[in-house]
């Protein structure tokens, strides 16, 4: 709700020209910014969700490119707290097991998504922010010898999703 900086746009003309970023990915970069959660903010009002709610949202949105329906996402929901009250690994396996079965739908494999729409779709879901052409070149190197299920299995296992666990389990179970 500004106008840019002309630094801001050659910033992200780079991004977009020399670097072979895509639009999506510059999108995701603005979506997670501090600056737009605090004008988002000044429209709703801050809000805090349990971060399991988050957390299965994350998947449909991130991956699936919508949002979920509600019987899938009140299954998913209710096996994310069931994991909740079991510790820290069955979150992580069950993160794992919904995003490796997202990936794995025939409605993702509808979407076609390219090797590097992959990677962003994981750092969106998984890590929830936007990555750099570095990020994303490290990943698609991954890919050229390794499955999306390996990659997947990186993002899933990597320190920074482990910080979204704690989220979860501090949150409290409910059961």
Same mark, same amino acid.
């Given at each position: 709700n500004r106008a840019p900086s002309q630094g801001e746009i050659d910033w992200f003309i780079n991004d977009l020209l020399s670097q072979g970023v895509s639009r999506n990915l510059v999108l995701n970069n603005f979506i997670f910014s501090?600056?737009?959660?605090?004008?988002?903010?000044?429209?709703?009002?801050?809000?805090?969700?349990?971060?399991?709610?988050?957390?299965?949202?994350?998947?449909?949105?991130?991956?699936?490119?919508?949002l979920p329906e509600t019987g899938g996402f009140n299954y998913w929901l209710d096996q994310m707290r069931a994991a909740q009250c079991m510790g820290a690994q069955a979150v992580r396996d069950l993160s794992h097991q919904i995003a490796l079965g997202f990936i794995n739908s025939n409605?993702? &494999?509808?979407?076609?998504? @390219?090797?590097? +729409?992959?990677? /962003?779709?994981?750092y969106d879901a998984i890590l929830r922010r936007g990555a750099s052409?570095?990020?994303?070149?490290?990943?698609?190197? &991954?890919?050229?010898?390794? @499955?999306?299920? +390996?990659?997947? /299995?990186?993002?899933?296992?990597?320190d920074e999703f482990q910080t979204r666990v704690p989220a979860v389990l501090d949150a409290g179970c409910l059961w």
């Open positions: 501090a600056e737009y959660r605090a004008f988002i903010e000044g429209i709703f009002g801050a809000s805090t969700p349990r971060p399991e709610n988050t957390l299965v949202n994350d998947f449909y949105r991130g991956i699936l490119s919508r409605e993702y &494999l509808a979407l076609g998504r @390219t090797n590097v +729409q992959f990677v /962003e779709d994981m052409p570095a990020e994303v070149n490290y990943w698609l190197g &991954l890919l050229s010898t390794g @499955t999306r299920g +390996q990659v997947l /299995e990186g993002f899933t296992a990597s």
